[in-house]
RNA sequence: GCCGGAGUGGCGAAAUGGUAUACGCACGGGAUUCAAAAUCCCGCGGAGAAAUCCAUGUGGGUUCGAGUCCCACCUCCGGCACCA
């Protein structure tokens, strides 16, 4: 056997063999213990540097844990390929998207075979290719027949350097999330998917997602906003001139309607659809119209500001409160946005914008809700009061407690009328217009005579045109394609033109994991009996970021599609695990996560080279807790090379012990081992245990590798040689052989040539995973601490079939002990078996 | 502002309420070597000659015993944020 570590020759021998022999390929339907790892697809960008690494390091170690522990374990991998980067490649180089996009998966294939990332490529899917988008185009038609999918003018985000619009869910700040200029509000005709009918299941489901970190459900919960409340009519009051509006009511949503009786004026927001009527020919009417235009300018700024100063104006109208009749005055707000109704009753005590609001303008404020002290009293409130308490001056509800009102006052409305309680969410309908190329274009058609029509299925997929042109500014591209914009009216025959926005992204990977099940099945999209036997997913890798947007539309597709009856199960993902990212120090010395425009990437393939796959995995892995961030150090990836060469070394140095035909072939024999042997058989068991235990529970990769190392510290304690007794070598080798089946899911193919020198058959992936042996475990003597008053002042040794009483007599004798104890009187002894025995004094 | 998470050596970090600092990195000393690299051995929180004392962001508390649990506060990170 080589002296030195050989890591380049026996990695690409080990990946070839994975390879040849067809590892990590799983039959979907004679499978009898499924497990589904599943890692997120990723962005075809042509390169992975070592930060993506870790969340297929993460996947594959776990994959490879599962297949020894005996699961048929299926990990796929695909191409989240459609999006703008490629088209924007196409505007700068003009290479289609399409060959620029096959050609980077190519090369982020090769990376990750050479990670040593084992993947079915056989169930490989990608995104943008027909084979794919059809089914996305299918899926599009079932939720559009369901009445999921439909189209609406509405004020959109409009990106002006993307040149398409958002979802609410990729504007950050009020800047794309992707370029980060400022977005625009734009009127446009735009498709949405109703996943506000979803919101309270998507919400309570959440509940039973007990694999899934709290964070990222909290982040859920917040996202969709849920609030109880009533909507309430205030009617308007008639104009004096006579003259008639077009409604004669305005509703206003309220989470705290046991306010009302303190409501002073209402504030509508400026895009409220009858604002502009309500002050048609009022003398406000033009102050009111030009502080609407302001407003809709300001929007996107408002956002960006910490706190933006309320303004407002009258409008001159005047509302009367349903509860008392009393007339308040109606205004128009920058601080109310267009939610629910687009317009709040305003209770300045008891709401702290509307409290600023209110001084500033001279609005008059009046007292609802009187705290528990009975301590408020109005002209000395510095801010509102918006707690709990009970209702005054207001009517029949007086003295009531102000939770209670809340539901005797809904109830009141409901009766007369007047209101209702409803229950708002924050979360919006999914925009999945996108006015670009590359995506999949949305299967609807529009015929002069018969309207928006669903293009039929047996003409899917509507294929993206190769004649087009890429232009940085302007319409779609698509709609300069006449090959793809005119059609034939699927219902009547007649000439008719294509939808020309395609789906945004998010579409595609909101369904992949259940294509993966089959993916090369071109009559269907969905297999539902090998999905109901595979999923949910069991383990779903990825990283935090996608806490919202994708995981919230994953789930949505899951229950809607399980509503189609294609699916038997309403959440996708059993088990999230959410990495940590990788950062390093940027030339400015400051911790940037690693990325190209801080220029601290590290590119894995230098690595690679000098160290090889093994040593990259491992420190990876050992780099810290997977889920927390991580900073890559150079030299901890030196500290991992050294582990791994300490391994190779000691088998090469003791390969006749480990191979020689001298030794007898058996399991070691606890009851004639002499003590150091009997150390370290100790020791191998309780690594697999500590290991198995942390890789079951959460993934303690950190610690599970620091275990490996210990352990190797007490093989080199033993200091086995030739002259060693056979019960010695025994135990050296079931250690060593412990250490490479231990290490085997971290650092595969020294495992995988380490396993054959150690005289197996090749293949260490299919071998068992470690069993713990109990005799091992078991200690003649136990080494305890003797505290007194908690701290530390000897060790003793106990057996460890001494009782309590015995183990108190022990620790009493000790002469340390004796000396702290003198003098003082014993109050209370406490001994924790194993671990230590406490002497409180006084 | 609201909701999460975190704060431990020079550094990355360990620790079911039970001996704080495992494991690794860096550093120092020694062995080997003509020399170096590599490797192997030893040391490595602070103060102190030692006994011993002090140390897990700060201050309190519960407990025989607290990095861990409770209360208050400080700092950092993440999410949400005029949602009525």
Redesign the pocket.
């Known amino acids: 056997m080589q002296e030195n570590y050989p890591f380049g020759d026996i990695e690409t021998k080990w990946q070839n063999f994975w390879d040849e022999n067809g590892d990590f390929k799983t039959d979907l339907a004679a499978a009898k213990n499924p497990y589904y790892c599943l890692m997120m697809f990723p962005y075809p960008s042509g390169k992975l540097h070592v930060g993506h690494g870790r969340n297929y390091i993460i996947g594959d170690a776990v994959a490879r844990y599962k297949k020894m522990q005996g699961f048929d374990v299926l990990t796929p991998m695909g191409w989240d390929s459609f999006g703008l980067p490629a088209e924007n490649a196409a505007i700068k180089t003009g290479t289609p998207p399409a060959e620029y996009t096959l050609a980077n998966i190519a090369a982020m294939k090769e990376q990750l075979r050479a990670w040593g990332c084992m993947y079915d490529w056989e169930k490989e899917v990608t995104s943008c290719l027909p084979e794919y988008y059809k089914w996305t185009q299918w899926l599009f038609l079932q939720f559009y027949k369901k009445g999921l999918a439909y189209k609406k003018n509405s004020n959109v985000n409009w990106c002006p350097s993307c040149a398409t619009v958002l979802a609410n869910e990729q504007v ?1 700040d009020g800047c794309c999330e992707r370029c980060d200029s400022e977005v625009d509000q734009k009127a446009m005709d735009q498709w949405f998917f109703k996943i506000t009918d979803y919101a309270q299941r998507l919400l309570d489901d959440l509940d039973t997602l007990d694999g899934w970190p ?2 990222v459900k ?2 859920q919960k ?2 969709i ?1 849920r ?1 109880e ?1 009533a909507e309430i009519d205030f009617p308007i009051v008639p104009r004096a001139d006579g003259a008639g509006d077009n409604v004669d009511k305005i509703a206003c ?4 309607v046991d306010t009302i009786y303190g409501c002073t004026y209402m504030a509508l ?1 400026p895009e409220h659809p009858e604002l502009k009527n309500l002050v048609k020919g009022m003398p406000q009417e033009a102050e009111v119209l030009e502080f609407i235009k302001e407003s809709s300018k300001l929007t996107n700024l ?2 960006e500001a ?3 100063e ?1 303004e407002g104006r009258f409008t001159g109208r005047y509302l009367v409160n349903p509860y008392n009749g009393e007339q308040i005055e109606l205004w128009v707000g ?7 109704t ?1 317009a ?2 305003a ?1 300045p005590a008891h ?1 702290t ?1 509307d409290f600023a609001f209110a001084r500033k303008y001279n609005l008059p404020i009046k007292l609802s809700i009187q705290n528990p002290e009975g301590s408020l009293v109005l002209a000395e409130m510095k801010d509102a009061y918006t707690e709990d308490g009970t209702c005054v001056d207001s009517g029949d509800f007086s003295g009531v407690d102000n939770r209670e009102a809340i539901k005797q006052m809904t109830a009141l409305a409901e009766e007369k009328g007047f209101g209702t309680g409803k229950i ?1 969410f ?1 979360l919006r309908d999914w925009l999945i217009s996108r006015q670009r190329y590359w995506g999949a274009p949305i299967p609807m058609v529009y015929c002069p005579s018969c309207g928006v029509v669903p293009e039929k299925e047996e003409n899917l997929p509507i294929l993206l045109p190769t004649d087009v042109e890429f232009k940085a500014e302007g319409e779609s591209p698509l709609k300069g394609s006449a090959t793809f914009m005119n059609c034939a009216c699927p219902q009547c025959g007649g000439a008719a033109t294509r939808e020309s926005d395609t789906m945004d992204t998010f579409v595609d990977s909101s369904w992949y994991f259940l294509r993966y099940l089959s993916a090369r099945d071109a009559s269907q999209a969905i297999n539902t009996e090998i999905c109901n036997k595979w999923m949910p997913v069991d383990q779903y890798i990825g990283g ?1 970021e996608h ?2 947007l994708h995981l919230l539309y994953a789930r949505f597709f899951t229950k809607a599609i399980k509503d189609l009856g294609l699916i038997g199960f309403d959440e996708p993902f059993k088990h999230l695990f959410t990495q940590g990212m990788i950062c390093k120090k940027g030339p400015d010395g400051n911790l940037y996560k690693m990325s190209k425009s801080k220029g601290n990437v590290v590119s894995p393939e230098e690595l690679l080279k000098q160290y090889g796959a093994d040593t990259v995995r491992l420190y990876t892995l ?4 997977p889920e ?4 890559w ?1 150079d ?2 990836v ?3 090379s ?2 791994l ?2 391994i190779w ?1 000691r088998v090469a140095e003791n390969h006749a012990i480990l191979c020689g035909a001298d030794i007898p072939v058996c399991p070691p024999d606890v009851e004639t081992m002499e003590a150091p042997e009997r150390d370290l058989y100790r020791k191998t068991n309780e690594t697999i245990q500590q290991i198995t235990r942390g890789l079951d529970g959460a993934f ?1 990769f ?2 599970a ?2 275990a490996i ?2 352990l ?2 007490a093989i ?1 304690a033993l200091k086995i040689s030739a002259d060693s007794s056979d019960s010695a070598k025994i135990v050296f080798r079931d250690a060593i052989v412990n250490v490479v089946l231990l290490i085997s899911p971290f650092a595969p193919h020294i495992a995988e040539e380490l396993w054959v020198e150690l005289g197996h058959a090749p293949g260490v992936m299919n071998a068992d995973w470690p069993v713990v042996n109990e005799a091992a475990l078991k200690r003649d003597e136990l ?3 003797v ?1 007194v ?5 000897d ?1 003793i040794k106990v057996p460890a079939s001494a009782s309590q009483t015995e183990i108190e007599a022990i620790a009493m004798a000790s002469e ?1 002990i004796q000396t702290w104890l003198e003098g003082k009187t014993v109050r ?1 002894v ?1 001994v ?1 078996p194993g ?2 025995v ?1 002497i ?1 004094v006084s």
């Open positions: 950050v709290t964070r909290t982040m917040n996202w906003g609030s409340g949503y309220t989470t705290r927001a408002d956002r910490d706190e933006v309320k920058n601080y109310v946005l267009m939610y629910g687009g709040v009753m209770v709401d914008r708002n924050r935090i806490a919202i050992f780099i810290g807790p927390k961030e991580a900073e150090q030299t901890g030196e500290g991992a050294r582990f060469k300490r070394r303690t950190n610690t590798i620091a190392m210990e190797m510290n080199d080494d305890m601490a505290q008053n908690g701290k530390v002042r060790q340390k209370k406490i924790v671990r230590l406490n409180a």
